[in-house]
């Protein structure tokens, strides 16, 4: 089914769906636990929720491919990334609220530290302060680029925007971010003719940051990924005929959410926000996305313990999600993030679907973890496109197809 089908036959519908992201929710056994971060986790009511629902393990982008979570996002809310496909600097302009125009050239940003051989040794700088990290974007702002306005804004600790306003610039330019320590930064590479000269730009740029943060340790060099402009597609609305509210505190998943036309909500880290949220917005939308970004925080540093605890705040906060009056919840993640691996995985995804009034076909899960999902009725790996369409379908949002 395309998005063009499902709004072809996109109907009103009196129920409200959420959507539930643990961001990198899905994890691995490490050496010390025989069971995933989900599995560990005490989660009497997601164990609920998946007693009454169906499970599986869905794949956001096809099998053995490491989603990033744009793509991954993007991916849940049934916009395939293999077509739908945009760099996380547009991502992130749209997250901060900035004035993304045709033509710009978005990337993300991290400040990372590097040692005096340029080898990166810590690729987000210790995770710097917002604060300290606006000080930096004041110095980088000062850089002047020949053909180019330049705009740099910070995003949320170690992350910038960076972008380019300017006649013939092109988005095809490598990551300057090698995704791992112990190497130097890549040199911004174009990938195609219209691209030389944001390539030749984005040298000058990077070459003056070294130069004015050498002092500034440990956030003394910067690293650049996702280069975008912005793309012009269907919203969500005009895809399944919903009106969409979005509630994350991190601005890379609001970006996502305006990209599709949705209401962005500004929450902190608690559920607690997240879901008064909703409440107050209740009677604006009939499909919400909430977002929880410190799962895969934690996943990334390792810390096993810290993202099970914050699986288990988000249990113990369901009730009152649920009881806002939720016709059908979808809970999962856009990708795995195990702690043992400190960094986003290929591996399947845990996800349940959930929805009263009897218009579910439960199958035999009672209990919502990686194993017990691949006996659920979703399958052990079907596609992550797939799962928001069949949450609306529970929801009555959709008419019949054909005659």
């Known amino acids: 089914m395309t ?27 490490d050496a010390e636990h025989s069971q995933t971060e989900l599995e560990f986790a005490q989660t009497p009511n997601l164990d609920a929720l998946a007693a009454e629902g169906i499970c599986g393990l869905h794949e956001p982008v096809a099998s053995g491919v490491t989603p990033g979570s744009g793509p991954g996002h993007l991916a849940l809310f049934g916009y395939h990334p293999a077509k739908y496909y945009v760099g996380r600097g547009v991502l992130s302009a749209l997250g901060v609220g900035f004035d993304l125009r045709k033509g710009d050239v978005a990337a993300r940003g991290n400040f990372c530290t590097i040692d005096e051989s340029g080898v990166i040794t810590d690729r987000r700088a210790g995770r710097i302060s917002t604060e300290k990290n606006a000080e930096l974007c004041e110095i980088l ?58 390539a030749d730009l984005l040298r ?6 070294g130069k004015r943060l050498a002092d500034r340790k440990p956030a003394n060099m910067a690293l650049l990924r996702g280069f975008s402009s912005i793309p012009d597609w269907p919203s969500i ?11 994350a505190a991190y601005p890379m998943y609001k970006g996502v959410s305006r990209l599709l036309g949705m209401s962005v909500y500004d929450s902190d880290a608690s559920m607690q926000s997240k879901t008064q949220l909703v409440r107050e917005h209740w009677n604006d939308h009939n499909f ?48 795995s993030t195990p702690a043992a691996m400190k960094a986003h995985s290929w591996h399947p995804v845990p996800a349940l679907i959930w929805a009263k009034d ?33 949450a609306l379908a529970h929801a009555r949002c959709f008419d019949k197809f054909g005659a």
């Open 3 to 29: 998005l063009d089908t499902y709004s072809d036959i996109a109907q009103p519908a009196d129920a409200h769906t959420v959507l539930l992201v643990l961001d990198g929710l899905g994890g691995l056994p």
């Open 141 to 198: 702002r000062e850089i002047e680029l020949p053909g180019a306005e330049l705009f740099v804004q910070p995003v949320k600790e170690h992350r910038f925007l960076l972008v380019l306003r300017g006649e013939g610039l092109g988005s095809g330019v490598g990551d300057t971010d090698p995704h791992e320590t112990g190497k130097t930064p890549l040199e911004p590479a174009p990938v195609d003719d219209a691209s030389r000269k944001t």
């Open 204 to 209: 000058r740029f990077l070459d003056e940051a």
């Open 237 to 247: 609305t005009q895809s399944y005929g919903v009106s969409g509210g979005a509630v």
């Open 288 to 335: 919400f996305f909430v977002h929880v970004k410190k799962t895969d925080s934690h996943g990334e540093d390792g810390a096993f313990a810290e993202k099970v605890k914050i699986i288990e705040e988000v249990d113990a906060a369901l009730p009152d999600l649920v009881g806002l009056g939720v016709d059908v919840l979808a809970v999962t993640g856009d990708h």
């Open 358 to 390: 009897h218009v579910i076909r439960p199958d035999e899960v009672r209990r919502f973890g990686e194993r017990p999902c691949i006996h659920g009725s979703l399958g052990p790996r079907f596609p992550g496109s797939s799962l928001l369409p069949l």
